[in-house]
T-cell receptor, first 113, second 111 residues
């Protein structure tokens, strides 16, 4: 399985600011995804990070709020922009290949004050 | 899009008993069904999976069954131990590679 490093592990941010989360994988992977998990709830897919092209966003998530970069097959970033307290959550990057399940980074616990 | 329903939301069993968690999915194109265990404060971890061309898969104390016709799949844990206590998520995935997760089941194994 891939080793995924995600950082920061946690942050406390002021409302109106932005935070960029980084995800580094130790091997090239085709698919990378960004999820949000609010306390006590399930995982909700934000977007699929596409290498070399714009990310594909799920319903309810937009590029202006959650811009994503994926410059190569081992790295991606998710930015949470113009944050409000409602953005407080755990953000997880995930990778998978066509033959296997998803593997997750350790998550970024974001608190917006 | 895909919709995954998971039941029960909470499950409490005595150590040594069996636990069963059930999920249904809506998209007949889904062909891969993983199960994840998430301990408090940690990331979800893949524990077992099943593909649409298989009806059952076992790995020691855990097993998963799939009924494609009825669009449901289940996780079975036998001889439960306190360390099995966690939140379990089912998921369904199609060829696009993205997974839709169930709402989770909080399993408590009482010693």
């Amino acid at each position: 399985s891939a080793v995924i490093s995600q950082k920061p592990s946690r942050d406390i941010c002021q409302r109106g600011t932005s935070l960029t989360i980084q995800c580094q994988v130790d091997s090239q992977v085709t698919m990378m995804f960004w999820y949000r998990q609010q306390p006590g709830q399930s995982l909700t897919l934000i977007a699929t990070a596409n290498q070399g092209s714009e990310a594909t966003y799920e319903s309810g998530f937009v590029i202006d709020k959650f811009p994503i970069s994926r410059p190569n097959l081992t790295f991606s970033t998710l930015t949470v922009s113009n944050m409000s307290p409602e953005d407080s959550s755990i953000y997880l990057c995930s990778v998978s290949d066509r033959s296997g399940g998803a593997f997750f980074g350790q998550g970024t616990r974001l608190t917006v004050v | 899009g895909e919709n995954v329903e998971q039941h029960p939301s909470t499950l409490s069993v005595q150590e040594g008993d069996s636990a069963v968690i059930k999920c249904t999915y809506s998209d007949s194109a889904s062909n891969y069904f993983p199960w994840y265990k998430q301990e408090l404060g940690k990331r979800p971890q893949l524990i077992i999976d099943i593909r649409s061309n298989v009806g059952e898969k076992k790995d020691q104390r855990i097993a998963v069954t799939l009924n494609k016709t009825a669009k449901h799949f289940s996780l079975h844990i036998t001889e439960t131990q306190p360390e099995d206590s966690a939140v379990y998520f089912c998921a369904a995935r199609g060829n696009a590679g993205k997974s839709t997760f169930g709402d989770g089941t909080t399993l408590t194994v009482k010693p």
